[in-house]
């Protein structure tokens, strides 16, 4: 979909596969269980990364720069020197005029 410049579409099914693993992850840690979620820990953070970075992307095609600075510091939280995370970051920043905090960005 975002290839093929529908960015609303790839960034609502990205929110909802977002919205859905936050789901399972909080079921999982309520169960007490790791049966729902077969994934090691890490393939998780790393779905979860990846999906936040995508929704930062839709966001910035969108010209919704404040949103895609949100997305990506829900990556920088966990990854706090993560180089997509940061450009995409300091892209939206200096798409928004905010010339002195992409700066301090990268």
């Known amino acids: 979909l975002f290839k093929a410049g ?4 790839a960034l609502d099914a ?3 596969t977002l919205k859905d693993l936050v789901g399972l ?3 999982r840690r309520e169960a007490g269980t790791e049966s ?10 790393d779905l979860e990364r990846s999906l936040y970075l995508n929704v ?3 966001f910035a095609k969108l010209r919704d720069p404040g949103r895609a600075i949100r997305a990506c510091e829900a990556v920088l ?4 020197s993560h180089p997509k995370a940061l450009y995409r970051k300091a892209s939206s920043q200096l798409d928004k005029g905010d010339f002195k905090d992409a700066e301090a960005t990268v």
Do not use: C, Y
Not at 6 to 9: P, V
Not at 36 to 45: A, E, F, N, S
Not at 77 to 80: A, K, Q
């Open 77 to 80: 939280l966990g990854e706090p």
């Open 25 to 27: 992850l909080q079921h």
């Open 36 to 45: 729902l979620v077969t994934l090691p820990v890490r393939g998780v953070k």
């Open 56 to 58: 930062a992307a839709a």
């Open 6 to 9: 529908e960015f609303q579409q």
């Open 14 to 16: 990205w929110q909802d």
